[in-house]
């Protein structure tokens, strides 16, 4: 069973930086990780998509985000973040790990990240 462990959330006033990471249980190097990424959930709204990474190295993120928001691994600490910059009010949610093993979704529990002056 894979554990994700989230840390990092907070309030931050807009403009601000945050980073986020996610701390997997086992090897992400793993051939069985395909890959790892962020989706976040505000209230009211469905769980969306932040940003993804493959085990190849291939990023993704959603139009939103692009040029805030930057998702990048630390394969020796099995760790993934996210690094957001010129947070917006609007990125206020519970954000969520999200790593793909042996084909099926894993999730961590969830951070809050709360931007407001």
């Known amino acids: 069973q894979v554990q994700l462990v989230e840390s990092g959330g907070g309030l931050v006033q807009p403009g601000g930086p945050l980073r986020l990471s996610c701390a997997a249980s086992?090897?992400?190097?793993?051939?069985?990780?395909?890959?790892m990424g962020w989706y976040r959930q505000a209230p009211g709204n469905q769980r969306e998509l932040v940003a993804t990474s493959t085990r190849g190295g291939s990023t993704n993120s959603a139009d939103s985000v692009k040029g805030r928001f930057t998702i990048s691994r630390d394969v020796a600490k099995n760790t993934v973040f996210l690094q957001m910059n010129s947070l917006k009010p609007e990125d206020t949610a519970v954000y969520y790990c999200n790593a793909i093993v042996f084909g099926l979704p894993r999730w961590g529990q969830g951070t809050q990240v709360t931007v407001s002056s």
């Open positions: 086992r090897r992400i190097s793993s051939i069985n990780f395909s890959a």
